[in-house]
């Protein structure tokens, strides 16, 4: 029997699984580096280029591959596509032609040169999301330097059923592949993080994953017994009989719960003293709709659409903005699909770095990026526009911060509508318009801004980080990121209070809405729409269904006697479990 090893990384994408280990040599080919002579330079550059010609019919075979799939490719389509623009990107052409002709060395080293070096830019961006890209281009020069040197690419792996994937890194190319037949049950890989490629598709696929491990490839071996925890990010190898006893009890938990899940999809979720709330889902991609349906969503309360702009060098079209927003509408029926615009901003940005802001989370982000590049923001609100045929849209601007950033945002939107109706363009009804609140400032003025705005939808994620004053991506203040802080909570009560008196719909769709932990609290502060992940939906619907209001609001009323935000944790969390046996997720 081998030693048992535990590793911990990343957990990416939620779920518990055991399987077999199955290793793809995922690791990179040794770069031959060879210095051309003069009469062979014409001849190099030939074969670079049917290199790329080659490389573009592969990905496209695997493009329409997953065609094959039941699904037209979705988000996986997507970057596939994006591969191919970066094969064709004439900065990259023209580099590797350069270092041919100027330099005399083979493609294969002019290649992973200039790979080197645009990985180096993508090193030193700040944001997680967009460094992740760098993988990309790693894909891409890669698939290029084993055509060079007529290695065998996208072989059909045999791989056997209940698999665990572990790899270096995983590339979408060799996900698509994998995916395609179900035969693996998680991922296992040494790079990426919460936002990589293998993250992003495993968790709209539900498949659990396990990233940034540093070292999995070299200890774990083919066959090898592996026990995968994506939502705590603990890999066992080899466990011992009480650990897969305890896996397996955990794996056996879920399922249930996942099938009771998919039994209570359908019951409304109501408190026992008839208080109707509905439970939407947050995406970031197409691929997840069918999940947030099968788990109960009523509709779509969060799409984060700077998620388009993932894996491209370039801002999306109007055109394309105009297709993905059809294919959600379409997808949900009559369903609300609350698309919000776009949260660029700081690193988060196509094309050119930009200048560096000291302080990102408080610069030139969300609807403020937007009012200061008015094409970007109009080819999104156009499009909007345009999509409001297809179905029941509601459109929501991220970070306002003052009236006049509503107003202004407004202004714009009307202008695209005059701009369309002159242009004869078909467009759907007025849809409402609402806004985030997730500034301190927002919340203060919610009286004011609940005037103006359609609805509200909390983002608590920023309106903690806003209000406590603490980076969320800072791991150091980690620990002062408190949800029932009593300022979070006197404030939420605020932000509530003004909706209602002005009679528009308050929404929430921070993580703090799909902790079933806090669910209470919630339902106490009076708000009746929450929005979270697939996942999260039946557990907080369950809380729902088994307490009345009338107690939610005597728990709360209880506990914001307390003044500091430990004390109250520990208050609800005794109440909660006392309330419930097992609850999966807690009150932090
Ligand atoms: C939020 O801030 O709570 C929110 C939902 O927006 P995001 O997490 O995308 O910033
Ligand atoms: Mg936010």
């Known amino acids: 029997m081998s030693a048992t090893v535990s590793l911990h990384g990343i957990g990416a994408s939620p779920g518990v699984a055991v399987g077999h280990a199955f290793l793809l040599d995922s690791r990179r080919v040794r770069t031959p580096k060879v210095k051309l002579t003069r009469d062979e330079v014409d001849a190099e550059v030939m074969r670079f280029k049917t290199a790329i010609d080659l490389s573009d019919r592969q990905l496209g075979d695997i493009k329409g591959k997953l065609t094959g799939l039941g699904t037209d490719g979705g988000e996986h389509g997507l970057i596939l596509e994006a591969h191919r623009l970066m094969l064709h990107d004439p900065m990259f052409l023209v580099e590797v032609t350069r270092l041919i002709k100027e330099d005399g060395i083979n493609a294969e080293w002019a290649v992973r040169r200039v790979g080197r070096r645009l990985r180096h830019q993508f090193d030193n961006l700040d944001d997680e999301y967009f460094r992740e890209r760098r993988s990309d281009i790693e894909f891409v020069a890669d698939r290029l330097v084993r055509n060079l040197m007529g290695e065998l690419v996208d072989a059909e792996l045999q791989v056997p059923p209940n698999s665990v994937i572990v790899a270096h890194d995983v590339s979408p190319a060799d996900a698509a592949m994998l995916l395609k037949d179900g035969k693996v049950s998680a991922f296992v890989t040494d790079l990426g993080g919460h936002t990589s490629h293998t993250a992003i598709v495993a968790r709209a696929r539900e498949v659990p994953a396990v990233v940034g491990l540093t070292r999995a490839s070299d200890s774990i071996r083919t066959g090898d017994v592996v026990a995968v925890d994506g939502r705590r990010g603990l890999v066992l190898v080899n466990p011992t009989d009480e650990q897969l006893a305890l896996f397996r009890e955990t794996m056996r938990r879920q399922l249930a719960s996942e099938q009771l899940a ?55 079209t109007e055109e394309e903005h105009f297709e993905s927003y059809k294919q959600v509408l379409v997808a949900m029926g009559d369903r609300p699909v609350t698309i919000r615009t776009l949260d660029l ?66 202004s714009e939107l009307e202008r695209c509508r005059s701009e369309l109706s002159r242009q004869g363009v078909p467009m759907g009804k007025r849809f409402p318009l609402g806004i985030m609140v997730e500034t301190p400032s927002a919340a203060l003025i919610a009286d004011r801004l609940a005037q103006e705005a359609d609805f509200f939808s909390v983002g608590t994620n920023d309106l903690i980080q806003y209000t406590i004053a603490i980076d969320r991506q800072n791991r150091d203040v980690a620990y002062l990121y408190r949800p029932l802080h009593l300022a979070i909570l006197r404030s939420l009560s605020y932000v509530v209070g003004a909706a209602k008196k002005a009679n528009i719909p308050v929404a929430m769709c921070g993580e703090m809405a799909g902790d079933p ?27 729902i269904r088994s307490v009345s209001r009338a107690d939610a609001a005597a728990l709360l009323e209880q506990a914001m006697q307390f003044s500091s935000a430990e004390e109250i944790e520990r208050f609800i969390k005794t109440q909660m479990d006392q309330r419930f046996a097992r609850l999966d997720g807690n009150a932090q």
């Open 262 to 316: 998919l039994k209570t999809a359908e019951l409304p979720a109501v408190t026992q003293d008839g208080v109707r709330v509905r439970l939407n889902g947050n995406m970031e991609f197409p691929e997840e709709i069918p999940s947030l349906l099968a788990h109960g969503a009523e509709g779509i309360g969060l799409y984060r659409t700077e998620f388009l702009f993932l894996n491209r060098p370039t801002a999306p």
């Open 345 to 410: 901003g700081g690193d988060k940005v196509p094309g050119k770095k930009p200048e560096k802001e000291n302080n990102p989370a408080m610069g030139l982000r969300a609807i403020r990026y937007c009012l200061q590049h008015r094409d970007l923001f109009r080819a999104q609100l156009r499009a909007l526009l345009r999509a409001s045929v297809y179905g029941n849209l509601r459109v929501m601007f991220p970070l306002v911060s003052s009236i006049s950033e509503l107003r202004e945002a407004r």
């Open 517 to 543: 932990g806090l669910t209470m609290v919630l339902l106490a502060l009076g708000l009746e729409e929450l929005s979270m992940t697939s996942g999260q939906i039946p557990l907080v619907k369950n809380v």
